[in-house]
């Protein structure tokens, strides 16, 4: 008997299953084709998929349709429209073409463009993507789309992606053919870790810095953090464990392959994993997975936080992303046993490490955020340092290749193609190095620099390029080799390529004081913050890097930039504002009730002839530390008013970084030293205390 999970698990989606029963035979062949294949989509073919899309919705109770597009904010936008057509003669039917299946139009003008709309004058529309199922969410048949100016530019984080996967194919299918093989179609699969805090909800609608800025930007630290480790895959309490279960169901409806669930290292901090699938579905489901999530919280009582640093003084939150690439569903990041095999590893391997040392700096801006940069270099997220971890056993093989020498791993000899067992070695990898930011997991790769709220679009756009540019460079050397030539030329390529790019392979501890000073000697970068890394998008080499790849043009690229660079300051604008308006209507006004109710206590005792010199040095501190607040929040907001006059992106970006963040600094240290010894009734809003350890 099929379980109430499997007999559930994927209804509100319009999968493979319900197509294939829905679609006349031939159109469901066409359209397997135009998803796996990358095949055009004629309008005959969307009527037919648009009417059984509508009709299965009807049944499930949709009454709406929406296009679900992902703009530059990152999370995804919807606008509802109904199926309903009012006739001449008072009644109603309920409709759906194939035009509004594959094309929409919303009055898109209000989301970030970078420039490019106003540039070109472009009205958006909305193009169906089909190799993402649509799905019913509350009553509404969503559509996955790609969000585009009429003059074709790309105004959302799908579409750039999209054309990342196109290239991965194209130059892996070329990689392929040098081995005998012609899959159908390679593609990126992606399993994303998503890391969130959970809280009670009367706690987050009481602090207006969780509400405006999803994090907390004053807090003195709690008496007891993570030091513990008590919290980390510890039992799961009731509340938490009801809201999981609810999440699972609401999740395995919607297809999405949620998995593991556990407690992580901070206290109240959780992690859900789905079962890893196509990229262009697993990051659809990671930002459904995302927005359930926080849904789901308030059925509990909780509010879900996802910024990347709810709170300081514990482990702040990311995404890893798990990625690998797949050819017809055969993972190609597999060692194998088999000598030709072993050599196809080999070249792919070599290509991403090339292509990860070679694009640095674009990887890194693929995760820079103003939240994301409170994880990157401190000591809980991997560094700012891009590097690559192998693992001792594969980091032998890779150096026996570069210097030609034989490699003896578990008994086995590992040398040139007749290598023999690459598989076992790899597998034995036990070491799994918590530290890396890039890191070869047994047959994928983790990318662990995400942040949790992020789109996973960019790192994948950016990892995908980078591997196609190097893939095509294997290919078009290779395809001038003689057959008989190619074993050895490709190893030659394999050694070349390493020992050019060996710097990035780091192995030990990637938290140590040495490693930044290393990584500086071996000439990797070491962009610490968002306004230092995003600069790298415009550069000459990366601007022909993308646009060579069909997957940014220039102008695209440089609206990128344009929109990462105001969504900075902008967040950082609203945290600062926060905290003045936090500090002028919370926080003195407790300290002077508070100084105000001691001074009179002090003046009560004293008339009596009671000397109280504890609380007279109290008061002078409480006094000082108004005085202190009060200049440290004008000064705040003088600067940030400064800022906010600099029209030049990068030079806003540098003030924000050198000025801006400072002052907010400097204004937190002596508010949370007030927390430390006001009264507990006057503090105006929950402690660390309260909000981490809840019961
Ligand atoms: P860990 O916590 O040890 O990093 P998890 O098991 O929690 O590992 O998560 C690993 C993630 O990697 C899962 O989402 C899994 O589906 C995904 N994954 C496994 N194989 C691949 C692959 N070939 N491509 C992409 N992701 C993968
Ligand atoms: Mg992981």
């Known amino acids: 008997m099929a379980s109430k999970v499997s007999q559930e698990y994927g209804t509100l989606v319009f999968n493979d299953a319900v197509m294939r029963e829905r679609l006349p035979r031939p159109t469901y062949k066409e359209l397997e084709k135009v998803i796996k294949e990358g095949r055009r989509l004629d309008l005959d073919i969307a009527n037919e998929v648009a009417h059984a899309m509508k009709e299965w919705a009807l049944e499930q109770g949709a009454t709406h349709y929406a296009h679900w597009f992902q703009p530059l904010t990152g999370i995804t936008s919807e606008k509802h429209d109904s199926f309903l057509a009012p006739q001449k003669d008072g009644t109603a039917l309920m409709t759906f073409s194939g035009k509004e299946l594959v094309q929409g139009e919303p009055d898109a003008s209000s989301f970030p463009n970078g420039g490019l709309r106003a540039t070109f004058e472009a009205r958006g529309y909305t193009a169906w993507d089909p190799t993402s199922p649509a799905f019913i969410k509350d009553e509404v048949l969503c559509i996955p789309t790609a969000f585009i100016a009429y003059t074709g530019e790309a105004l959302d984080k799908k579409t750039p992606f999209l054309r990342s996967t196109v290239a991965l194919n194209d130059q892996a299918k070329r990689v392929l053919a040098l081995f005998g093989k012609h899959p159908k179609s390679v593609e990126c699969t992606v399993g994303p870790e998503q890391e969130y805090f959970l809280i009670q909800e009367k706690d987050f609608a009481s602090r207006p810095d969780l509400i405006m800025c999803g994090r907390t930007l004053f807090g003195c630290e709690p008496v007891k953090g993570q030091e513990l480790e008590e919290h980390y895959f510890g039992a799961i309490r009731p509340t938490v464990n009801e809201y999981m279960k609810e999440l699972d169901d609401e999740l395995w409806k919607l297809g999405i392959p949620a998995t593991t669930k556990h407690n992580e290292v901070a206290p109240c901090q959780h992690e859900l994993a789905p079962v890893f699938e196509r990229a262009s ?80 700096d674009l990887m890194r801006c693929s995760v820079a955020s103003a939240g994301n940069d409170h994880r990157l270099g401190a000591n809980e997220a991997p560094p700012a340092i891009i590097s690559i971890f192998l693992g001792d056993d594969l980091a032998g093989v890779v150096n026996a290749l570069i210097n030609g020498e034989s490699y003896t791993s578990h008994g086995h000899e590992i040398f040139d193609v007749g290598v023999p067992q690459l598989a076992d070695v790899v597998l034995d990898t036990t070491d799994r190095n918590r530290t890396s930011p890039f890191a070869f997991t047994g047959n994928k790769f983790e990318f662990r620099m995400c942040g949790s709220q992020q789109n996973l679009s960019d790192p994948n756009m950016v990892l995908n390029t980078a591997v196609a540019e190097m893939l095509d460079e294997f290919a078009t050397l290779m395809e001038q080799v003689p057959e008989e030539e190619f074993a050895s030329s490709a190893l030659a390529w394999i050694k070349d390529t390493l020992t050019a790019h060996q710097r990035i392979i780091f192995n030990g501890n990637g938290y140590s004081e040495e490693w930044p000073k290393e990584a500086e000697k071996r000439g990797l970068l070491n962009l610490r913050t968002t306004a230092d890394a995003l600069p790298a998008i415009t550069k000459p080499e990366n601007l022909a890097f993308f646009s060579k790849y069909g997957v940014l043009d220039e102008a695209e690229s440089t609206a990128r930039y344009v929109a990462k660079a105001e969504q900075y300051a902008k967040l950082l604008n609203i945290e600062a504002n926060t905290m003045v308006y936090m500090v002028r209507h919370y926080y003195l006004p407790a300290l002077y009730d508070y100084s105000g109710d001691l001074a009179q206590t002090v003046a009560t005792k004293e008339a009596i002839g009671i000397q109280s010199p504890a609380e007279r040095e109290l008061l002078a501190e409480l006094t000082d530390g108004i005085t202190l607040i009060t200049q440290l929040a004008d000064s705040l907001e003088v600067k940030n008013k400064e800022a906010q006059a600099i029209k030049d992106p990068g030079l806003l970006d540098d003030a924000y970084r050198d000025v801006v963040i400072p002052a907010m600094e400097a204004l937190r240290a002596p508010v949370d030293a007030m927390e430390q010894v006001v009264g507990h009734e006057y503090w105006p809003f929950p402690s660390y205390n309260r909000m981490l350890f809840y019961v």
Do not use: R
Not at 284 to 289: A, F, M, P, S, V
Not at 299 to 316: A, S
Not at 335 to 344: G, I, K, R
């Open 281 to 360: 579905m697993a990051i659809d489901h990671n930002l459904l997975t995302m927005e359930k999530m926080k849904v789901i919280a308030s059925h509990h009582g909780l509010t879900c936080l996802q910024h990347e640093k709810p709170f300081d003084y514990v482990n702040g939150s990311g995404k890893h992303d798990n990625w690998s690439i797949a050819a017809d569903g055969k993972n190609l990041l597999d060692p194998s046993d088999t000598p030709e095999e072993n050599l196809q590893f080999l070249v792919f391997l070599t290509a991403v490490i090339a292509a990860v040392d070679k694009h640095q």
